[in-house]
């Protein structure tokens, strides 16, 4: 089968399309046949070698598909039936092998392009608003790079819980898009300063919670836009990793709660993965949330792809088919 290995971390030339062979299931395994693989800024983190993994590795963690095969112990999935799954490595591939608990079914009114599409920011934007700081609704939160595939999906759901959503992009085009998404403020933090602006759009008083996956560039300042005893939510590093924190600075700040979250450790038990997944397809299906699907990228254009993404090219979701 087609597959895209990582050989030795680096660069996007990293990413090598090769020929090998197709994966058989453990007992407790799936074999799915990839029709579509989310791209992520995690796959990056694999790639640069940020995030650890033996050598040589398929990157990818995400994907929609079908069914081929099962092994032995497997009881909840069949040979045929549509699935997606997330937060396995290896989905830049024709087929990937995958435990069988971690696939959810794919709704018949949801194409494996958007389920594909949907699992990983879709998820992480429900845990992320429901879970690691719950919104409610007339509270204001501050998104980081906003018209990406986790911030237009996570304006647009803030939005549906009633809260009010300033959003920072990097550009105007990219202000036009979250603004549609239902931002009520946005700002281009590569042309004014997010941290005073903030501060005039709250009237001094400041955000109840930062959604942060820019890192490095923003984290600082961040701390200086929340209201007392408000939520930083430290959850990626696309500038670049947060030096280390004197706790201290917290109690200075207001009091503030730090967390830096996860999504596997959202999703980690079959119930949470389902319950979540549910929510998510259902919002989808309803015409609640939108996907933005930019690029369906060919496997001979995987390292274009990482480079337009960390160049910071791209709007919504980016998605690799064999
Ligand atoms: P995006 O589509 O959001 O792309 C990253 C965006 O970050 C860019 O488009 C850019 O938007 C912004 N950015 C700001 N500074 C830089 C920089 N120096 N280099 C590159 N990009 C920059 O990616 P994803 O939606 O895939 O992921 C967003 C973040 O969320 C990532 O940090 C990712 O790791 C994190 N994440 C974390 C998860 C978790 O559970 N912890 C799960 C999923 C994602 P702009 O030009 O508008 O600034």
Known sequence: MKAIQVQKTGGPEALVLVDIPAPKPKPNEAIVKVSASGINYIDIYFREGRYPSALPFVNGQEAAGVVTEVGTEVNTCKPGDRVAYTSVLGSYAEYAAIPADRLVSVPPDLTDQQAAAAMLQGL?????????????????????????????????????????????????????????????????YTQRDFEAETKRLTNGRGVHVIYDGVGKDTFEKGLNVLQRRGYMVLFGAASGPVPPLDPLKLTQKGSLFLTRPSLPHYIATREELLSRSNELFGMISSGRLKLRIERVYPFEEAAQAHRDLEGRKTTGKLLLAP
Do not use: M
């Not at 549906?160 to 931002?183: F, P, Y």
């Open 124 to 188: 992480t934007v429900h845990y992320l608003l429901k879970s690691a700081y719950p919104v409610r609704s007339g509270e204001t939160v501050l998104v980081h790079a906003a018209a990406g595939g986790v911030g237009l999906l996570l304006v647009q759901w803030a939005k549906s819980l009633g809260v009010r959503v300033i959003g920072t992009v990097g550009n105007e085009q990219k202000a036009k898009l979250a603004r549609e998404a239902g931002a009520d403020e946005v700002i281009v």
